[in-house]
């Protein structure tokens, strides 16, 4: 059994997997528009200078999540 | 009962879509993610041959032109930039209604070449719902700089669709796409769209589903699309869907109810299949690209990974955003001092011949007066004292947004506003306000949750607009001049700088107070793109910015100036008892303004500079004047004695900036604020809100201060 941690936990320069999303209905849909779906390989960026919004590389795409949102993605480290 | 087909779709006519073409005319949509150069591909196609509107009941806007090719018109209409047709907002479901209308004949995807997987998503959504497709791969040239390799014959192989590659910057591809484009739509080409497989499961409801309705469609009308969104689709979906075929005088209740029944039998959960099909897709695309494309350097944006961790760092990244505006407005006020100084010359060696002229051909005083010194001498002010520093100010502030800075502006304040309860975007549209709050509030339509829009909307003109610029610049210059000799100029950049750092706290304050009032909620979801830096084009950008902005506002604040320039001019001149009207209104004002730190002329200049807020120091400077003009102010000194000749301290000029800074939009912002709201009762609270802010403010500094004087 993979340990899954909420995407906001992943290390600046880490890399992940994503496993579940736990979003419902319109952000769930706007994060599977962006390409997140099981498998999507996802990095940890850089953080704003206050610390939230996280800016993560999305299948070649550098999009920003606030922590809410990234809570709601559960990803496997790798 | 019978489900119409294509040849009915005439019924939904171009009028329900708010344009206009002739029926020989080829109807091209034209559909991308954002951020894709989707609008210059269509600028480059369309010339000057092309007018904005709005999609009706909308607050989403379209472009759309036209052009001829080999004696063909094509008629294009520009949709909204989205990642996806499923209908999450109002640009999703505009551009997925007009390309299911059957209206365009074709749909050109523009994808971006740097990051074509997820462009390809959108694509696999618009083939799923129309065969007439092609593909236009952009940003062919920022793709080679990342050495990322593109065989587009083969991606058109694996497509089914003709794929052309563009640049449309340098409009390299666009006769291609042209041609592509043109085969296409008179036949000779054919099309074999790639079609995105679900699984046994769900293909087995589809196939179900199309076989019920096959009995009752008549005509061409895609049932594998229909079947997908009835079984995926949320509320919205199925209400277009109803509508549509209503429209077309059918009924599709039966239908609507078949599938709710099935996905109760087969135990399916809507939630659970939406994710599959999106799975299905996003897999495929990922497929695609992974034929069609190559990478020779896998950290191919490793320079922009470098910008962004300076620029948006925890120690540079607020001080380079400070420094990166103070430099803008140092250029600008810098370099705007002597054309200034050289047009105001100009304007009044033409002045002295009108007078000349009028006084030699013998027309009444009061026409001289009106015309001249009323209508002349305001609009003559207007240009020389805002035309510059526009024309420097819009070229260097599209340049910051040209290379991308802008969303990481974005992201670099999100935190704050989350913290006052709104929307990150709103950083970008307060951006959009630095030119004009007009412009800034119809930039808030990028905010999709309602609520968090109308924050946005109320609170942009707390941006000081390039109308006010020139009064904040004169004010602070007229106070620190002299007295820093060579670093005026830096001083009056810091000046302006502070303003704004104090309106973007404002903003945030008032926001946080509509959040936790009238406007109660949580913040919405946050997810902004931070786009790949681009090498902007020098040329393209001082051309558009004269052409669209600088020539636009300049030449909206002329067609206020004149006729309130005439307007001041009346007042000032018509004489009840021993004053003129204006200072009757002045005196009247007076008691009232004096508690806030300012006179009754300044509070009059204000309200009678309501239709533009560059007017308001003219107007100003025209009611001080004995003889009910503007003085020849051939410098700033002249125009320092003057204030200080009408009682004027340090306090009235720090007042009458706050009160700058927060008063009730121009006219113009509030028309745009009923347009955009629809809504008399937002647009009179914006009134109330924005003016309420500055009565309080000067009322505490003057308050503050004539109570420090007691004691000191």
Same mark, same amino acid.
């Given at each position: 059994?993979?340990?899954?941690?909420?995407?906001?936990?992943?290390?600046?320069?880490?890399?992940?997997?994503?496993?579940?999303?736990?979003?419902?209905?319109?952000?769930?849909?706007?994060?599977?528009?962006?390409?997140?779906?099981?498998?999507?390989?996802?990095?940890?960026?850089?953080?704003?200078?206050?610390?939230?919004?996280?800016?993560?590389?999305?299948?070649?795409?550098?999009?920003?999540?606030?922590?809410?949102?990234?809570?709601?993605?559960?990803?496997?480290?790798? | 009962?019978?489900?119409?087909?294509?040849?009915?779709?005439?019924?939904?006519?171009?009028?329900?879509?708010?344009?206009?073409?002739?029926?020989?005319?080829?109807?091209?949509?034209?559909?991308?993610?954002?951020?894709?150069?989707?609008?210059?591909? !269509?600028?480059?196609?369309?010339?000057?041959?092309?007018?904005?509107?709005?999609?009706?009941?909308?607050?989403?806007?379209?472009?759309?032109?036209?052009?001829?090719?080999?004696?063909?018109?094509? !008629?294009?209409?520009?949709?909204?930039?989205?990642?996806?047709?499923?209908?999450?907002?109002?640009?999703?479901?505009?551009?997925?209604?007009?390309?299911?209308?059957?209206?365009?004949?074709?749909?050109?995807?523009?994808?971006?070449?740097?990051?074509?997987?997820?462009?390809?998503?959108?694509?696999?959504?618009?083939?799923?719902?129309?065969?007439?497709?092609?593909?236009?791969?952009?940003?062919?040239?920022?793709?080679?700089?990342?050495?990322?390799?593109?065989? &587009?014959?083969?991606?058109?192989?694996?497509?089914?669709?003709?794929?052309?590659?563009?640049?449309?910057?340098?409009?390299?591809?666009?006769?291609?796409?042209?041609?592509?484009?043109?085969?296409?739509?008179?036949?000779?080409?054919?099309?074999?769209?790639?079609?995105?497989?679900?699984?046994?499961?769900?293909?087995?409801?589809?196939?179900?589903?199309?076989?019920?309705?096959?009995?009752?469609?008549?005509?061409?009308?895609?049932?594998?699309?229909?079947?997908?969104?009835?079984?995926?689709?949320?509320?919205?979906?199925?209400?277009?869907?109803?509508?549509?075929?209503?429209?077309?005088?059918?009924?599709?209740?039966?239908?609507?109810?078949?599938?709710?029944?099935?996905?109760?039998?087969?135990?399916?959960?809507?939630?659970?299949?939406? $994710?599959?099909?999106?799975?299905?897709?996003?897999?495929?695309?990922?497929?695609?690209?992974?034929?069609?494309?190559?990478?020779?350097?896998?950290?191919?944006?490793?320079?922009?990974?470098?910008?962004?961790?300076?620029?948006?760092?925890?120690?540079?990244?607020?001080?380079? +955003?400070?420094?990166?505006?103070?430099?803008?407005?140092?250029?600008?006020?810098?370099?705007?001092?002597?054309?200034?100084?050289?047009?105001?010359?100009? *304007?009044?060696?033409?002045?002295?011949?009108?007078?000349?002229?009028?006084?030699?051909?013998?027309?009444?005083?009061?026409?001289?007066?009106?015309?001249? &010194?009323?209508?002349?001498?305001?609009?003559?002010?207007?240009?020389?004292?805002?035309?510059?520093?526009?024309?420097?100010? !819009?070229?260097?502030?599209?340049?910051?947004?040209? &290379?991308?800075?802008?969303?990481?502006?974005? !992201?670099?304040?999100?935190?704050?506003?989350?913290?006052?309860?709104?929307?990150?975007?709103?950083?970008?549209?307060?951006? +959009?306000?630095?030119?004009?709050?007009?412009?800034?509030?119809?930039?808030?339509?990028?905010? $999709?949750?309602?609520?968090?829009?109308?924050?946005?909307?109320?609170?942009?003109?707390?941006?000081?607009?390039?109308?006010?610029?020139?009064?904040?610049?004169?004010?602070?210059?007229? *106070?620190?001049?002299?007295?820093?000799?060579?670093?005026?100029?830096?001083?009056?950049?810091?000046?302006? %700088?502070?303003?704004?750092?104090?309106?973007?706290?404002?903003?945030?304050?008032?926001?946080?107070?509509?959040?936790?009032?009238?406007?109660?909620?949580?913040?919405?979801?946050?997810?902004?793109?931070?786009?790949?830096?681009?090498?902007?084009?020098?040329?393209?950008?001082?051309?558009?910015? #004269?052409?669209?902005?600088?020539? *636009?506002?300049?030449?909206?604040?002329?067609?206020?100036?004149?006729?309130?320039?005439?307007?001041?001019?009346?007042?000032?001149?018509?004489?009840?008892?021993?004053?003129? %009207?204006?200072?009757?209104?002045?005196?009247?004002?007076?008691?009232?303004?004096?508690?806030?730190?300012?006179?009754?002329?300044?509070?009059?200049?204000?309200?009678?500079?309501?239709?533009?807020?560059?007017?308001? %120091?003219?107007?100003?400077?025209?009611?001080?004047?004995?003889?009910?003009?503007?003085?020849?102010?051939?410098?700033?000194?002249?125009?320092?004695?003057?204030?200080?000749?009408?009682?004027?301290?340090?306090?009235?000029?720090?007042?009458?900036?706050?009160?700058?800074?927060?008063?009730?939009?121009?006219?113009?912002?509030?028309?745009?604020?009923?347009?955009?709201?629809?809504?008399?009762?937002?647009?009179? #609270?914006?009134?109330?809100?924005?003016?309420?802010?500055?009565?309080?403010?000067?009322?505490?500094?003057?308050?503050?201060?004539?109570?420090?004087?007691?004691?000191?």
């Amino acid at each position: 059994m993979v340990k899954l941690v909420p995407l906001h936990h992943l290390a600046l320069g880490a890399c992940g997997k994503v496993r579940e999303l736990t979003a419902g209905g319109s952000n769930r849909r706007r994060m599977l528009d962006l390409g997140l779906i099981c498998g999507t390989r996802v990095e940890a960026l850089q953080k704003s200078p206050s610390g939230d919004p996280t800016a993560y590389e999305i299948r070649g795409a550098v999009i920003a999540l606030r922590s809410e949102e990234a809570a709601q993605i559960l990803i496997e480290v790798v | 009962m019978v489900i119409c087909g294509q040849e009915h779709y005439q019924q939904i006519s171009p009028e329900t879509f708010g344009m206009s073409f002739y029926d020989e005319d080829m109807v091209i949509a034209l559909a991308g993610n954002p951020n894709t150069g989707k609008s210059t591909v !269509f600028n480059r196609l369309t010339g000057l041959n092309q007018h904005t509107g709005n999609w009706p009941g909308k607050t989403v806007s379209h472009a759309q032109g036209k052009y001829r090719y080999k004696h063909k018109d094509f !008629f294009l209409v520009d949709l909204p930039g989205t990642y996806s047709l499923l209908a999450n907002s109002a640009e999703e479901e505009v551009a997925r209604d007009f390309i299911y209308s059957g209206i365009p004949v074709i749909t050109v995807v523009v994808a971006d070449a740097t990051c074509l997987e997820r462009n390809l998503n959108l694509l696999l959504q618009v083939m799923e719902i129309t065969p007439n497709v092609v593909l236009c791969v952009n940003l062919l040239d920022e793709a080679q700089r990342k050495r990322i390799k593109l065989d &587009l014959s083969a991606l058109s192989k694996i497509l089914g669709v003709p794929v052309v590659g563009t640049n449309a910057l340098d409009g390299a591809g666009l006769a291609a796409l042209k041609e592509a484009v043109y085969q296409l739509a008179l036949g000779e080409t054919r099309t074999n769209p790639l079609r995105v497989t679900y699984g046994e499961e769900l293909e087995k409801c589809i196939g179900l589903l199309e076989a019920y309705m096959q009995g009752m469609v008549r005509g061409k009308v895609n049932r594998r699309w229909v079947a997908l969104r009835l079984l995926d689709g949320d509320g919205n979906t199925k209400d277009f869907l109803k509508y549509f075929f209503m429209k077309n005088g059918c009924d599709v209740s039966h239908v609507l109810e078949f599938a709710d029944q099935m996905i109760i039998e087969q135990q399916l959960d809507r939630e659970s299949l939406r $994710d599959h099909i999106v799975y299905c897709m996003v897999n495929l695309a990922e497929e695609i690209s992974q034929q069609a494309l190559y990478c020779e350097k896998s950290d191919y944006n490793s320079r922009d990974r470098m910008i962004d961790s300076i620029i948006t760092s925890k120690t540079w990244g607020i001080p380079v +955003m400070l420094a990166l505006l103070g430099i803008i407005f140092w250029i600008t006020i810098k370099g705007a001092n002597y054309p200034s100084q050289a047009l105001a010359a100009a *304007f009044f060696w033409v002045e002295e011949h009108l007078t000349d002229f009028f006084y030699s051909t013998g027309w009444p005083g009061w026409m001289h007066g009106l015309l001249v &010194l009323g209508i002349y001498r305001t609009v003559a002010w207007v240009i020389s004292v805002m035309l510059p520093p526009m024309a420097i100010f !819009f070229p260097l502030f599209t340049l910051l947004e040209d &290379l991308g800075y802008l969303p990481r502006i974005a !992201f670099n304040l999100d935190n704050y506003f989350k913290k006052a309860c709104a929307h990150g975007k709103q950083a970008l549209t307060m951006c +959009m306000g630095f030119g004009c709050n007009a412009a800034g509030v119809i930039a808030c339509r990028i905010i $999709d949750s309602p609520r968090e829009r109308l924050i946005a909307i109320i609170t942009n003109n707390f941006v000081p607009c390039n109308g006010r610029f020139p009064t904040l610049i004169a004010l602070t210059g007229l *106070f620190t001049a002299g007295t820093l000799g060579g670093y005026q100029s830096v001083v009056a950049s810091l000046g302006i %700088l502070f303003t704004i750092v104090l309106g973007v706290g404002i903003t945030l304050i008032v926001s946080k107070l509509l959040s936790t009032t009238i406007l109660k909620g949580l913040p919405s979801s946050f997810a902004l793109e931070l786009p790949p830096y681009r090498k902007p084009r020098i040329g393209t950008v001082i051309v558009r910015s #004269l052409y669209d902005r600088t020539l *636009f506002v300049l030449a909206r604040a002329i067609i206020v100036a004149a006729p309130a320039g005439m307007i001041t001019w009346l007042l000032a001149n018509i004489y009840a008892g021993e004053f003129s %009207l204006l200072r009757h209104a002045a005196d009247f004002l007076h008691p009232f303004a004096s508690l806030l730190g300012l006179d009754g002329f300044i509070l009059m200049a204000f309200i009678l500079g309501l239709p533009a807020n560059e007017i308001v %120091l003219p107007i100003l400077i025209m009611s001080y004047m004995a003889a009910g003009q503007m003085v020849e102010l051939d410098s700033l000194q002249a125009l320092r004695s003057l204030l200080l000749a009408n009682g004027w301290t340090w306090l009235t000029a720090v007042c009458t900036m706050l009160f700058c800074l927060n008063h009730f939009p121009c006219g113009t912002t509030l028309l745009t604020i009923k347009k955009e709201t629809g809504s008399a009762k937002w647009t009179l #609270l914006t009134f109330l809100i924005t003016t309420a802010t500055g009565v309080v403010l000067c009322f505490v500094v003057a308050q503050t201060v004539g109570l420090l004087r007691l004691f000191v």
